[in-house]
């Protein structure tokens, strides 16, 4: 039994490297992240294909709008297709059918861009990865309120970013000033991501607020709750920065209510980054917070109880779960009693693109 049992364990070992090796021309998104870091570009490249190799899988609303992309040049200064790039957005209709890509030359947009619900399938894309185009605005929840405060808001669904800065340029919140709150980015619409996609503020950098969405190779800076909203997410190899100098800092606050929404964040190769030992993973905003840490390096910025929650009664109902973190901290000796240890089992639903449905509408990164 036990010559059996080594050998079922070196088959299943074979198999997984040879699909992490062979070129792959379906998406099977149910392959797992493979727990080797070094593996992770030539994993993503092997399961999420080209348009050509994926139609018979995807929405098919989406190969038909990804088969005529339009594209649109802007510049910083205005020399562009357009003046700006809200005017360019003015363009494009509601119940648009056909990707729009909006090239974005280097420099600095200081406007405030808000793409609403009916206009689908737009893409901002920056010319050079090595000198992204910023986009910046200084909006505060006192103007605006929370959610609207951000720089870059967008409702629709299909919508993508690759090689883009977004900033919002508000003072740091002091604690004294109200509605000093201030959003960077605020994504509402369903099937979106961000690839090489920077984001800047302090109090709740980014709104992840309803729908599916994937971040690769992101950065995402802040003090408190700064990725918060009831999206469902998969974050890949994303830095997530603690900025010194709080008391207090909270990297999440997920808004999930009860067990029945079908949401939650997930966090998978990425790097928790700052000092000072005072940062939470996460925080019960709402009862029912969902948020996984995997295969995640932490710094020391991060407390030792790791999670917090608001009311007690949320002990019982939060669902804050780790596996296979490294860093000094990633020691789960004195978390809180509510964070769940997970086993390779219970963690490989969220180590995995089923997890965003991906096979149905991810495509590697827009290329103008």
């Known amino acids: 039994m036990a ?9 299943e070992t074979v198999i997984v490297s040879i699909i992490l090796c062979m070129p792959i021309v379906f998406s099977d998104d149910r392959v797992p992240i493979p727990a080797d870091s070094a593996q992770i570009n030539s994993w993503f490249d092997g399961i999420v294909r080209p348009l050509s190799a994926r139609k018979a899988t995807l929405d098919p609303a989406l190969v038909t709008a990804e088969s005529e992309p339009k594209v649109i040049k ?8 357009f003046k700006t790039i809200n005017d360019a957005i003015k363009t494009i209709p509601d119940g648009n ?3 729009v890509i909006l090239s974005l030359a280097p420099g600095n947009y200081k406007e ?14 920056g010319e050079d990865p090595n000198n992204m185009p910023v986009l910046v605005f200084g909006g505060t929840a006192k103007e605006y309120d929370t959610v609207e405060s951000a720089t870059l808001i967008v409702e629709s669904d299909y919508f993508n970013a690759v090689n883009l800065k977004i900033v919002n340029s508000a003072p740091r919140p002091d604690g004294k000033r109200e509605g000093a709150q201030a959003a960077a980015l605020r994504i509402g619409g369903d099937k979106s991501s961000f690839y090489n996609v920077k984001l800047y503020g302090y109090q709740d950098t980014l709104c992840d607020d309803r729908g599916k969405h994937f971040y690769k190779d992101c950065y995402i800076e802040g003090t408190v709750d700064f990725i918060f909203g009831s999206g469902k997410s998969l974050y890949l190899n994303t830095e997530l920065h603690v900025i010194p100098g709080d008391q207090l800092a909270m990297i999440t606050a997920q808004a999930r209510k009860t067990d029945s929404e079908d949401t939650g964040y997930s966090f998978v190769h990425c790097k928790v980054t700052g000092t000072g030992g005072v940062a939470y993973l996460g925080r019960s905003w709402m009862p029912a917070a969902k948020v996984v840490f995997a295969y995640t390096e932490m710094s020391d910025a991060i407390n030792p109880k790791g999670w917090s929650i608001v009311k007690p009664e949320h002990e019982s109902t939060v669902r804050f779960a780790e596996y296979d973190n490294k860093g000094p901290g990633a020691n789960v000796d004195k978390r809180a009693k509510f964070v769940n240890k997970l086993t390779k089992a219970d963690a490989k639903p969220f180590v995995s693109l089923s997890y965003i449905e991906a096979s149905k509408w991810l495509l590697p990164p827009a290329k103008a």
Do not use: E
């Not at 010559?3 to 088959?11: E, M």
């Not at 405030?112 to 894309?125: A, D, L, Q, R």
């Open 3 to 11: 010559g059996k049992i080594v050998s079922s364990i070196a088959l």
């Open 112 to 125: 405030k861009v808000k793409i609403g619900m009916y206009k689908p399938f737009i893409t901002f894309y």
């Open 74 to 81: 802007l510049k910083s200064d205005g020399s562009g297709d």
């Open 97 to 99: 059918t056909k990707r």
